[in-house]
Nanobody, 125 residues
């Protein structure tokens, strides 16, 4: 039902900032959960951040807490990930995801029904 497209990836120096966006073709309803995940070369996909529209709760992985911020423009059906103080270990393909329910297990990728194709972020030293 929902088609997601990420953008904003690229090459950035360590300590720099980057903003990723993910636009949904379908409307993000009032009960949706939106998330960001990433997969580094040779590693498994991991949770980065999520937001639940119903209660407005924002959640972050420990590795990005204090550096990354997730927010959503519901009018434009777009979710953003603002990344500051980037480190080389942040290098990965970043994926946005959506689910039509207010998920308590927002950190688990299996609960999401819709996924984007990913956008690559490379942080140089």
């Amino acid at each position: 039902q929902v088609h997601l497209v990420e953008s904003g990836g690229g090459l950035v120096q360590a300590g720099g900032s980057l903003r990723l966006s993910c636009t949904a073709s379908g409307r993000i309803g009032s009960t949706y959960t939106m998330g960001w995940f990433r997969q580094a070369p040779g590693k498994e996909r991991e949770f980065v951040a999520a937001i639940r529209r119903r209660d407005g709760g924002n959640y972050y992985a420990d590795a990005v807490k204090g550096r990354f911020t997730i927010f959503t423009d519901y009018v434009q059906n777009t979710i953003y990930l603002q990344m500051n103080s980037l480190r080389t270990e942040d290098t990965a393909v970043y994926y946005c995801a959506a689910d039509s329910h207010s998920e308590r297990n927002y950190y688990s990728d299996y609960v999401y029904d819709f996924w984007g194709q990913g956008t690559k972020v490379t942080v140089s030293s």
